[in-house]
């Protein structure tokens, strides 16, 4: 859906209902994600659960905060620099969850 949002920015054709659909569904998947991902940062240091908590935490700040910093760069105000800042941040998690899950040592 954010690929869908970001196309039709950069082609000019954006409806609002469009953006809210995709923003919404972005949301509605960041919600269902992030609370397994504490989980599982949780799971890598038993021993000290909190840290793995407040790694996730610091992440999504210093994320958040590079995001917006690119997105007053790119174009502040722009629909356009906002859907491709997302589609760029989710196609480097992709990346990243595939890099990390080819490295499992359990992997079958």
């Known amino acids: ?17 469009l953006l809210i659909a995709g923003l ?3 949301t ?4 269902v994600t992030m609370p397994n991902a504490v989980t599982e940062a949780m799971n890598g240091v038993p021993q000290a659960a909190g840290v ?3 790694l996730v935490g610091k992440l999504q700040f ?9 997105l007053g760069f790119i174009g502040a105000g722009s ?3 906002m859907c491709g800042v997302m589609a ?14 080819m490295r499992r040592p359990d992997r079958t």
Do not use: D, N, Q, R
């Open 62 to 70: 210093v994320t958040g905060a590079a995001s917006a910093a690119l």
């Open 28 to 31: 509605f998947a960041a919600g």
């Open 79 to 81: 629909v356009a620099a």
């Open 1 to 17: 859906m954010v690929a869908l949002a970001t196309m039709a920015a950069f082609s000019g054709v954006l409806e609002i209902k």
């Open 88 to 101: 760029a941040a989710t196609a480097a998690g992709l990346a990243l969850m595939v890099a990390m899950e």
């Open 24 to 26: 919404s569904l972005f």
């Open 52 to 54: 793995g908590a407040a």
